[in-house]
């Protein structure tokens, strides 16, 4: 274990954030000097002990720790000093500030430590963020999200509130009449503004069926003014909740993007992490959604899933290739707690001992990231993909981020909104998060729904309270 002692009790997640960026196989323990009961180490628990003056200002200090770790470890990070979730957001500030492209560069590098390439991949993405946004309203605008929180199975790697379908079915109807009393409170409370965008993410909201489907949206429309809606999106990310029913009535209903989602293109990996599809099915499900209209299809895939390398990622992009969608979005896999993959890895991480990269063998986890992303970053160039948003999570490998990659005129115009935190996301459904922006640049509050679906469907009053109040 590594401990940290901190002079003042503030920044202790961007100190915890960067040292584990440096030693991710080591458990960092950032404690305050003094607090005498929490920084009591037996010497044989500790590896090494750090002492950190903390009073400084935040952005003095991470450049000091990465100063201190660099000379000590020879390790460059890809995003150097960073340790929040959404890089990009700087380098859209700094253009909004009138910072040319090389003001930018040079700003980046010397403040952040940021590599050359993920300059380049920040600068490209924040170009065009900023021409897909140049028509959409934030100050008067809002987005909907809609949570549809079953699944038919549970995934190795998940942390999300999702509810297997088959023991849930009895109480899909009432979860509905609940979301139609929230979507009652946005045509309340929202008449004045503008609807941008609607995503209905979940779980899998494939789960419902194509009548459910029909009734959820018809609510919607009959409820919400929809005239400015620049796109409607369905996570139909499950292939095997996919079925040319649901898709039909999706159609019907005005569905304008779906996601179709492998994670691998490798039925081994599919079974071990949980899927319980196969590529075939994948497949078959993609070109049923092309054979039905559906023209803007977005896939996710995951890097870092247990027993692949580079070799894999290629292999998976050379079968999405023939596919051809129309967006891609590729996550770096980031262990979460309270997912079954954590669990296990830990598991893994006690009988491995300290040696060796618990998922893939390898002794260096960032060398074998970094390879990956070359390997998805490549085959998205070749299907003519170009990146358009980025975001990055904490415990993800390597220190690198998410991605997503989309022909012109397909970026996902909800992911822009949501990771740029521009524009107020109003969140129906358990487990979502309501986002209130004042404005670009300004302030942002949340206010969250309860996770636990039959609590949720209690409180249902209460969760559009909340939601009053923030508005309010």
Not at 393 to 412: C, D, V
């Amino acid at each position: 274990m590594i401990k940290v002692i901190i002079s003042k009790d503030i920044y202790s997640y961007d100190v915890h954030s960067l040292f584990k960026a440096f030693f991710p196989k080591e458990d960092v323990k950032v404690v305050f000097a003094g607090d005498e009961k929490a920084s009591a180490c037996a010497d044989s628990a500790c590896d090494k002990t750090y002492h950190v003056d903390t009073d400084v200002t935040k952005n003095e200090l991470k450049r000091n720790i990465y100063k201190l770790l660099f000379s000590e470890t020879g390790k460059e990070l890809p995003w150097g000093n960073l340790t929040g979730i959404r890089p990009t957001r700087i380098v859209m500030n700094l253009m909004e500030d009138g910072y040319s492209d090389d003001e930018v560069r040079s700003y980046m590098k010397d403040t952040y430590f940021v590599s050359d390439e993920k300059i380049e991949l920040s600068l490209r993405i924040a170009h065009r963020e900023r021409e897909v946004l140049k028509d959409i309203d934030c100050k008067n605008g809002y987005s909907l999200y809609i949570g549809i929180p079953f699944c038919p199975t549970r995934c190795l790697y998940c942390s999300f509130t999702a509810y297997p379908i088959g023991v849930y079915s009895n109480i899909v109807d009432d979860y509905l009449t609940c979301l139609e009393k929230e979507i009652d409170y946005v045509a309340e409370n929202f008449k004045d503004k503008v609807l941008d965008t609607i995503y209905i993410g979940g779980g899998t909201p494939t789960t419902l069926e194509p009548h459910q489907i029909e009734r959820l949206l018809s609510y919607v429309y009959s409820k919400l003014d929809v005239s400015n809606v620049k796109e409607l999106t369905v996570e139909s990310g499950r292939p095997d909740s996919i079925t040319r029913e649901k898709l039909r009535a999706m159609k019907k209903m005005g569905v304008t993007r779906i996601s179709v989602n492998p994670q691998s293109m490798k039925d081994e990996t599919l079974e071990l992490i949980g899927r319980r599809h196969s590529v075939k099915e994948l497949v078959d499900a993609f070109n049923m959604a092309r054979e039905e209209g559906f023209d803007n299809i977005n896939m996710d895939i995951i890097l870092g899933l247990p027993g692949e390398d580079d070799r894999d990622v290629a292999y998976t992009m050379d079968e999405i290739k023939k596919l051809d969608p129309d967006d891609l979005t590729v996550h770096s896999l980031a262990i979460k707690r309270g997912s079954k993959l954590a669990e296990i890895l830990l598991e893994r991480k006690e009988k491995a001992g300290k040696e060796g990269n618990i998922l893939h063998g390898e002794t260096d986890e960032a060398e074998v990231m970094s390879k990956m992303m070359k390997a998805a970053s490549d085959g998205a160039a070749q299907m003519g993909l170009s990146p358009y948003y980025l975001y990055r999570q904490k415990n993800i490998s390597g220190n690198y981020e998410n991605t997503g990659y989309a022909r012109k005129g397909k970026a996902g115009i909800y992911n822009i909104l949501i990771n740029e935190e521009v524009q107020s996301i109003v969140a129906l459904g358990a487990g979502t998060v309501t986002k209130r922006v004042y404005g670009v640049g300004g302030r942002i509050e949340r206010c969250d729904n309860v996770k636990d679906i039959k609590l949720y469907m209690e409180q249902i009053d209460e969760m559009i309270d909340r939601k009053k109040k923030l508005f309010s």
